[in-house]
């Protein structure tokens, strides 16, 4: 049996959206220039430029290269760079490469060796590109909104400069793809990822990551090609199985989704989220009495010292998923509000920063019990916070389902899912 909610938006939320687990690949220097080889080597042409970025670098690097270095100075900072990759960590010592490569570039270098250091300058671009990623993606999850458009910026532009020096660099896009998905830019991300593939046929990274972007945009039938790409290359990679059982699951194809939930629990069977995804698949597909069984699963191979210690995050979503079912299932017999309300609150309780799933879940649960006033509460913090992300237009739209749950908690009637 089929919902008749709009599944390709994944029921507002509640049922788990691709995780985004996304591939970064190796960071070591893989240039594939040794330094002992550099001096025997032919003349490389550097990479034609096709950037402001690297048109502007160009004009300056041609009137330096007029006045050389004597080549022993030269083969001395090819090896000093060259060290660098193995020892520059954070992204203070990686803008010092960088400047000990523009200065090696302004003070001219033969043909040879120009090649050889812009390369390894576009390398630590990249790796610095991946430091300040890390930090805008901790600064998103803090809601620093202001500091992380700041470092989310600085890495964009870190990943341009290295593509603008070397676009035959398949790492360097999968780089910008994921920082573009951090800053929810899901169509340069996708085209970034096809950069990436169309350089190297078997970067399942690349593959990966690309189906993660075409998720999140509703792109779920491309997704799932790229996601069985990921499969045909690594044979039981659990991330893709599980990124293809929602895609499935979005399509409304419940069967092939719980083929691939049952192989991710088959090679993980104390995985947490993966009960709880194959949870979510049944609850989409209307067997409530089979997800609350898997939500029961989940919720009992959570180790009791991780709750003792406060850890509470693997509990709260099963929970929480328990809860929306029990509030909202379309099986009068599978309902229960109070306990649904008893599991909720105190999720939403002691967090921090409840989730969307959560305040929706609580408000469900509200009115479910009949407490209309504080259910109208919950669900307005729900289109208040999805109106600060980038589902805004959605949110406010009139047929959206946050929306038109806020409508029947104001005529006091609580929401029940459907099916056909």
């Not at 049996?1 to 509640?14: D, E, I």
């Not at 033969?110 to 390398?123: D, G, I, P, T």
């Not at 779920?220 to 790229?226: G, S």
């Given at each position: 049996?089929?919902?008749?909610?709009?599944?390709?938006?994944?029921?507002?939320?509640?049922i788990?959206?691709?995780?985004?687990?996304?591939?970064?690949?190796?960071?070591?220097?893989?240039?594939?220039?040794?330094?002992?080889?550099?001096?025997?080597?032919?003349?490389?042409?550097?990479?034609?430029?096709?950037?402001a970025?690297?048109?502007?670098?160009?004009?300056?690097?041609k009137?330096?290269?007029?006045?050389?270095?004597?080549?022993?100075?030269?083969?001395k900072?090819?090896?000093?760079?060259?060290?660098?990759?193995?020892?520059?960590?954070?992204?203070?010592?990686?803008?010092?490469?960088?400047?000990?490569c523009?200065?090696?570039?302004?003070?001219?270098?033969?043909?040879?060796?120009?090649?050889?250091?812009?390369?390894?300058?576009?390398?630590?671009?990249?790796?610095?590109?991946?430091?300040?990623?890390?930090?805008?993606?901790?600064?998103?999850?803090?809601?620093?909104?202001?500091?992380?458009?700041?470092?989310?910026?600085?890495?964009?532009?870190?990943?341009?400069?290295?593509?603008?020096?070397?676009?035959?660099?398949?790492?360097?896009?999968?780089?910008r793809?994921?920082?573009?998905?951090?800053?929810?830019?899901?169509?340069?991300a996708?085209?970034?990822?096809t950069?990436?593939?169309?350089?190297?046929?078997?970067?399942?990274?690349?593959?990966?990551?690309?189906?993660?972007?075409?998720?999140?945009?509703?792109?779920?039938?491309?997704?799932?090609?790229?996601?069985?790409?990921?499969l045909?290359?690594?044979?039981?990679?659990?991330?893709a199985?599980?990124?293809?059982?929602?895609?499935?699951?979005?399509?409304?194809?419940?069967?092939?989704?719980?083929?691939?939930?049952?192989?991710?629990?088959?090679?993980?069977?104390?995985?947490?989220?993966?009960?709880v995804?194959?949870?979510?698949?049944?609850?989409?597909?209307?067997?409530?009495?089979?997800?609350?069984?898997?939500?029961?699963?989940?919720?009992?191979?959570?180790?009791?010292?991780?709750?003792?210690?406060?850890?509470?995050?693997?509990?709260d979503?099963?929970?929480?998923?328990?809860?929306?079912?029990?509030?909202?299932?379309?099986?009068?017999?599978?309902?229960?509000?109070?306990?649904?309300?008893?599991?909720?609150?105190?999720?939403?309780?002691?967090?921090?920063?409840?989730?969307?799933?959560?305040?929706?879940?609580?408000?469900?649960?509200?009115?479910?019990?009949?407490?209309?006033?504080?259910?109208?509460?919950?669900?307005?913090?729900?289109?208040?916070?999805?109106?600060?992300?980038?589902?805004?237009?959605?949110?406010?739209?009139?047929?959206s389902?946050?929306?038109?749950?806020?409508?029947?908690?104001?005529?006091?009637?609580?929401?029940?899912?459907?099916?056909?």
């Open positions: 049996m089929k919902r008749k909610q709009n599944l390709t938006k994944l029921a507002s939320l509640l788990a959206a691709p995780a985004f687990g996304l591939s970064l690949a190796g960071s070591s220097y893989a240039g594939g220039l040794q330094i002992e080889e550099a001096a025997k080597l032919a003349p490389a042409t550097p990479t034609k430029n096709e950037t970025i690297d048109e502007a670098a160009d004009t300056a690097t009137e330096a290269v007029k006045t050389q270095l004597a080549l022993p100075a030269q083969k900072l090819a090896a000093d760079l060259f060290g660098l990759t193995k020892t520059a960590k954070s992204s203070k010592q990686l803008s010092a490469m960088i400047a000990k523009d200065t090696g570039i302004k003070a001219g270098l033969s043909e040879k060796y120009f090649a050889y250091v812009r390369s390894l300058k576009a390398w630590a671009l990249n790796r610095r590109g991946n430091h300040r990623y890390e930090t805008a993606k901790q600064l998103k999850a803090i809601d620093n909104v202001a500091q992380y458009k700041i470092a989310s910026k600085q890495a964009l532009n870190d990943f341009d400069e290295s593509i603008a020096i070397d676009t035959a660099r398949c790492r360097t896009f999968n780089s793809g994921i920082a573009y998905i951090l800053d929810e830019q899901y169509l340069k996708a085209s970034d990822f950069k990436a593939v169309g350089l190297k046929a078997d970067f399942t990274q690349g593959y990966f990551n690309r189906a993660e972007a075409l998720s999140a945009i509703g792109k779920y039938e491309l997704a799932v090609m790229d996601y069985t790409t990921v045909r290359l690594t044979q039981d990679d659990a991330q199985l599980t990124g293809r059982g929602h895609a499935y699951v979005a399509l409304e194809k419940f069967e092939p989704a719980l083929v691939d939930f049952n192989a991710v629990i088959k090679a993980y069977p104390a995985n947490v989220v993966a009960l995804n194959r949870g979510d698949c049944h609850a989409a597909a209307g067997a409530w009495k089979v997800s609350l069984a898997d939500y029961a699963a989940a919720r009992k191979i959570i180790p009791a010292d991780q709750l003792a210690g406060g850890s509470t995050k693997l509990a979503l099963a929970d929480q998923r328990t809860a929306w079912v029990l509030a909202t299932a379309s099986d009068v017999s599978i309902r229960d509000a109070g306990k649904s309300v008893a599991l909720i609150k105190p999720c939403v309780d002691r967090s921090s920063s409840p989730t969307v799933a959560m305040l929706e879940t609580l408000a469900a649960a509200q009115a479910a019990v009949g407490d209309f006033a504080d259910a109208k509460q919950s669900q307005s913090q729900v289109i208040k916070l999805i109106g600060a992300e980038t589902l805004a237009d959605d949110a406010q739209a009139k047929d389902p946050h929306q038109v749950r806020m409508a029947l908690y104001e005529e006091e009637k609580a929401y029940v899912q459907t099916n056909d």
